[in-house]
């Protein structure tokens, strides 16, 4: 929730000015969270204009609006969290890895493993030899270390 642009946004506005945004989903990620922004703006004396929705705070009934809007905008949000880790799940089942793949093939992880258990390369020699970022190579070396070192459950 922490949003340190939207925070020094809010903390400049002045009286009379207005914070446009194209809809209202792209300023907060909840409803209790809208309405804290509105206040926070109605304590600065700005006013509030989204592009997408014509509502006007100023008034009970823009209020309202603005409140089942907000609302309509959480719930699409979960329903899209919710479908997401559904269709997550289903390609797990499935068999298929998600996320990027690695830079490294097991042979040239064990390898560069391997070089940096000699202590005469460095883990930035290393990217730069097998052409691939830093991490990939710390990430590399961390899960040779998990494998050699198995945890003990008490």
């Known amino acids: 929730m922490r949003r340190p642009v939207l925070d020094k946004l809010l903390r400049n506005l002045k009286r009379g000015d207005t914070l446009v945004v194209y809809k209202l989903d792209r300023i907060a990620r909840s409803l209790k969270h809208l ?11 700005a006013d509030f204009h989204s592009l997408t929705e014509h509502i006007d705070t100023n008034t009970p009934a823009g209020r309202l609006m603005l409140q089942m809007l907000g609302a309509f905008a959480e719930f699409e949000r979960e329903m899209i969290r919710e479908r997401t880790r559904s269709g997550m799940q289903a390609a797990k089942k499935r068999g298929v890895r998600l996320g990027r793949p690695r830079s490294l093939d097991p042979v040239q992880e064990r390898q560069a493993v391997a070089q940096w258990r000699t202590g005469r390369y460095t883990l930035t020699a290393l990217a730069h030899q097998y052409g691939c970022h830093l991490s990939s190579i710390k990430r590399a070396v ?6 050699s070192q198995p945890r003990l459950i008490d």
């Open 35 to 45: 309405l804290s922004i509105i206040d926070r703006l109605q304590d600065r004396g």
């Open 142 to 147: 961390y899960r040779a270390d998990q494998v």
